[in-house]
Structure formats: structure tokens, C-alpha cells
């Protein structure tokens, strides 16, 4: 669904009633990522991720499997679908990633709870999450920090952030183009000393990345 098409207030309507239907049934549910990181910049969201504690299998019978998309299922993401005006939401497991082998994606993930899915993350601005109920931001990375000193920093070692999704480098200097924010210095240096690795990244990720 392109995003030129949503309205910003139906979409941030709905993201709020998919987190309120998932906590009704007793569940964590928070916004996350993304939408959390262009809210506190003073950015108005159109796409919006929900993280939870419900598993895949739970948010699509609550949601029904006619609003429903699971191809991300094996990966703890769930598409709950909306309106052409509010988009869809993608509804994701806390999870934490298993081994990277191919310098793209992990060969499984693990459900957890929400600060092992935060330190998972690549960066910390985008390591936010967002409780639209209470209007409370939840911070177990330092992101607040950083967004408000407009830094771009990787979370945990760099270089294994880097060495797990080679295109993060290129992320990295996307945001921090797209932001003005200079990248933190052990980012910086990870990123000089892995960027050859980024011949292995498919034309095809390099253009969508």
C-alpha cells in the first residue's frame, strides 16, 4: 500500500486501536521503531510497527485471518491489515535474532520480552519504544539520549551490528544524512573497517535499502 496515500491520523488511529486490542486480551503492545524515532523529531508517522509479547499464532486469531498477513510468521511479524486511509500495522513477537550467516538476515529468532528485542536493534534511535496508551516512551538503549543530541549510534558492538546485516552501514549514513546527525566515532570507525563487506550486499537490497 503506498504511503502517499494515508492519512496520517487514520493510520495513528488504527496503530493505537491495534495496540488497545492487543493489551485487552492481556498482552504487551507498544509502537516501536520507525514511527517511535519520527514522533519524538517532531516527524508525523504514516507507517507504524507494533512490538508485543502475543505470538504470531495469537495476534492472527484475534485479528482474524482475514485481516491478516503471516508471510513474515517465521520471523514473529504478523501484518494486521487496515483502511486504504490508515494502511496496515505490522504486529511483531518480542524477539531476539539467532545467528547470521549471510550478512543479510538470521537463520530463526527466539521470542523474548522487550528489552532483549530492543538491544537487537541497529541503532539507537531506532531501538525506541512507545507506549500510545500512556503517552510514555520506553528506553532501554539510550535512543531518547541520542535523539535528542542528534547522534546516530550503533547498539551494542558496531561491528557485530555491522557483521550481521551488512547493509546497516549504509542505513547508518542514510540516517544520519536524512537526520543531520553525525555518526557516534565507534560507529563511524566500524563502518570504515567494514564497508568492503559491502560488495556482498544484492543490488536489489542496495537499491530498496
Not at 68 to 73: D, M, R, S, V
Not at 107 to 136: K, S
Not at 151 to 178: Q, T, Y
Request: charged share 25%.
Amino acid at each position: 500500500m503506498p504511503l502517499s496515500h494515508i492519512d496520517p491520523i487514520a493510520a495513528r488511529m488504527f496503530a493505537v486501536e491495534v495496540v488497545k486490542k492487543l493489551r485487552q486480551q492481556g498482552y504487551e503492545a507498544v509502537w516501536a521503531g520507525g514511527c517511535v524515532r519520527d514522533q519524538l523529531s517532531g516527524r508525523v508517522p504514516v507507517d507504524y510497527d507494533v512490538a508485543t509479547s502475543a505470538h504470531p499464532d495469537s495476534v492472527r486469531e484475534l485479528f482474524g485471518r482475514r485481516h491478516t498477513i503471516a508471510i513474515g510468521a517465521a520471523f514473529g511479524v504478523i501484518t494486521v491489515i487496515g483502511s486504504k486511509a490508515s494502511g496496515n500495522v505490522e504486529v511483531a513477537t518480542y524477539r531476539s535474532d539467532a545467528e547470521y550467516v549471510d550478512g543479510r538476515r538470521p537463520v530463526g529468532v527466539t521470542f523474548c520480552d522487550a528489552q532483549e528485542d530492543a538491544l537487537r536493534r541497529d541503532f539507537t534511535i531506532n531501538g525506541l519504544f512507545f507506549d500510545p496508551v500512556e503517552e510514555v516512551v520506553v528506553d532501554y538503549v539510550g535512543g531518547q539520549r541520542d535523539l535528542d543530541e542528534g547522534i546516530i549510534r550503533a547498539i551494542g558492538d558496531p561491528s557485530m551490528r555491522f557483521g550481521e546485516d551488512h547493509l546497516r552501514m549504509l542505513r547508518a549514513v542514510r540516517f544520519s544524512a536524512n537526520f543531520a546527525f553525525p555518526l557516534e566515532s565507534h560507529t563511524r570507525d566500524a563502518i570504515d573497517l567494514l564497508a568492503h563487506q559491502l560488495v556482498l550486499v544484492s543490488p536489489e537490497r542496495l537499491t530498496a535499502g
